[in-house]
C-alpha cells in the first residue's frame, strides 16, 4: 500500500457509499481510500486483503472520472460542469463561496458523502483555479 496515494477513511464513509452487497461483505478492519487518480481501486482493507473498486460505489469517485459529470461537492452537488460554466458565462464563480458559508453553518456530511472522507473545499479551489487558466488559453 502506498502511503503517497491512500490514506485512512472513516467505516461510516465506506459503509454510506458501497453498494449492499459490498457492505455486507466488509472486513473487520480500519480502510484507506486511495486516491490514486488512475486506478479503478478507491478503498483498500489494512491488510490488503480487500479491495473496492469504483464500480462497487452508488457515487461516482471524482478524482478517478475523467468525463462529466465529475464530482466536486458531494455535500452541496456541484460538479465540474458547473464551475467550468460559470467561468464560461460569468467569469467568476461563487461556488467556493457558497460550500463554505454552508460548511460554517454546520450543513455538511462529507464523512458520509465524500468517498475520501474529508472536505471538498481544496478539490472546489483547484478545479477553479483551473477552469480559470483555461478560459485564459481561450480553450474554455
Sequence with gaps: MNSQVTKPVGRQTVESLVTPEVK????????YFC?????????VSALGDHVITKDQLTVRVGIKETEDPIPLCYCFNYDRKDVRDDIRLRG?????????????????????????????????????????????????
Design 24 to 31: 455486507a461483505n466488509l472486513t473487520p478492519q480500519p480502510y
Design 35 to 43: 486516491g490514486a487518480p488512475d486506478c479503478d481501486t478507491v478503498y
Design 92 to 140: 467568476d464563480t461563487d461556488i467556493q463561496k457558497i460550500i463554505t458559508a454552508r460548511v460554517k453553518a454546520g450543513e455538511c456530511r462529507c464523512e458520509v458523502t465524500n468517498p475520501s472522507g474529508g472536505c471538498c473545499l481544496g478539490t472546489v479551489s483547484k478545479e477553479i483555479k483551473h477552469a480559470r487558466a483555461l478560459q485564459d488559453q481561450g480553450l474554455l
